[in-house]
């Protein structure tokens, strides 16, 4: 049974809220002043019709906006999804006094690296990804969001699923493409027999995919996949985590690396294959620290066979668990930090007792980079400018680099 409702605004996820006499409701796919009837359940309820349409609804880009689950908000304008996005860092940072400029927008077509969902069902092998708040997968055609190579590939990528599934349950399949061609993680798929292996190698072989790695175990690599980091190549270990977009990534560097130019030597804390740390090394000594050994690995080798960078250094830590210090902080003149959403709690009460002038933050979830950043004003940053980026397209997702500075103390 549908009822009619009025939308409020929009949430943080993206959903429409209605307001009722039991608290809001959340309609997902609906926009500000629209009139809609929608099916309730608890505190969610299933859009049904638009009666009443926002002047800033427009059509979607793909054809299976609103059952696949990946994008949130393709039918809101550009300019309103744009400013959406940069106020959600905006009230995330409420009650901190700082600068936080415009968003710098995310282009379609641009995402290199994406997580399919598939099954074996009765109707044969589903790819595609799962629908909105459900284990439901919608297999796609169409990807506006990803790059063209994974696009073009869906129905090799769905024909690799097939021959590497050995569960009835879900599994994933992380595609990234890289300067040698597709790099395809595979996860939770079953173990594989000699021949299915055997049969997926050759399969591999043929369609010209850089690698195949099943739970981490590369079964082929023909190519090792490289990915560039400003000059540098780095070969990347199986599911390495990399930014989203490749111009978001060095959208990010360059205002790292603006803040940091005048600095000796700079710490990359959560390194990860070196996205920061290898282009910061152009100019100043870097140290990088990251708790994954392999991502680790990858990074210093993608700096002992460059030529022009400056020193180096890695140290596998996990900073969740023991970060560095302010004392050994105050060895250096510039630091970066790029923590997972749970953000850099721990961290930040170190780097906020150490004498570093410049430092970056940079963070995927705005609620935990206001209280890293709260952390560091207190002990006596001086916040200078927020940076809000978009590299998830349509999604509720946003990136943030935050800059701060300190005088450094006389010892």
Request: proline residues 5%; charged residues 25%.
């Amino acid at each position: 049974m549908s009822t009619r409702f009025t939308i409020r605004k929009l949430g943080a996820q993206g959903d429409g809220i209605a307001e009722t006499e039991s608290g809001d409701l959340f309609i997902p796919f609906t926009l500000p002043g629209e009139t809609v009837t929608a099916a309730r359940e608890r505190d969610r309820a299933t859009l049904m019709a638009v009666l009443e349409t926002s002047p800033l609804r427009i059509d979607p880009a793909c054809r299976h906006f609103t059952e696949c689950g990946g994008c949130a908000l393709q039918h809101l304008e550009a300019e309103a999804y744009r400013q959406w996005k940069r106020d959600k860092v905006v009230h995330a940072l409420r009650g901190i006094d700082c600068q936080i400029g415009e968003l710098v927008a995310c282009a379609p077509h641009t995402r290199r690296r994406v997580v399919l969902a598939g099954r074996r069902a009765e109707t044969g092998m589903l790819l595609g990804f799962n629908r909105h708040l459900s284990p439901e997968i919608i297999p796609i055609s169409e990807c506006p969001i990803s790059l063209p190579e994974i696009v073009a590939a869906l129905d090799r990528l769905k024909a690799l699923a097939e021959l590497v599934c050995a569960t009835t349950k879900s599994f994933r399949m992380a595609v990234t493409v890289t300067g040698s061609g597709l790099d395809i993680a595979v996860y939770e798929s079953g173990k594989l027999g000699e021949n299915q292996r055997r049969v997926a190698s050759n399969f591999v072989m043929a369609q010209g995919f850089a690698r195949l790695s099943i739970d981490d175990e590369i079964v082929i690599e023909p190519k090792k996949p490289v990915v560039m980091f400003g000059g540098v190549a780095v070969a990347v270990p199986p599911g390495a985590f990399l930014q989203a977009t490749a111009a978001a990534e060095q959208t990010m560097a360059d205002i790292v690396g603006e803040h940091v130019k005048r600095a000796k030597k700079v710490a990359d804390l959560f390194a990860g294959c070196g996205s920061f740390a290898l282009r910061l090394a152009a100019k100043s000594e870097v140290h990088a620290v990251e708790g994954d050994a392999a991502a680790l690995s990858a990074l210093d080798r993608g700096a002992r066979f460059a030529t022009g960078l400056k020193r180096v250094t890695g140290e596998r830590r996990d900073l969740f668990r023991r970060p560095l210090t302010f004392k050994e902080l105050n060895a250096f003149d510039g630091l970066v930090f790029d923590p997972p959403r749970a953000g850099a709690e721990d961290q930040s009460k170190q780097i906020a007792r150490s004498d570093v002038p410049f430092v970056a933050a940079v963070s995927c979830n705005p609620v935990t980079l206001a209280r890293d950043l709260r952390i560091l004003i207190d002990g006596g940053y001086t916040l200078k400018s927020v940076t809000p980026i978009d590299q998830f397209l349509w999604s509720s997702h946003v990136e943030a680099v935050a800059l701060l500075e300190k005088p450094k103390r006389r010892r």
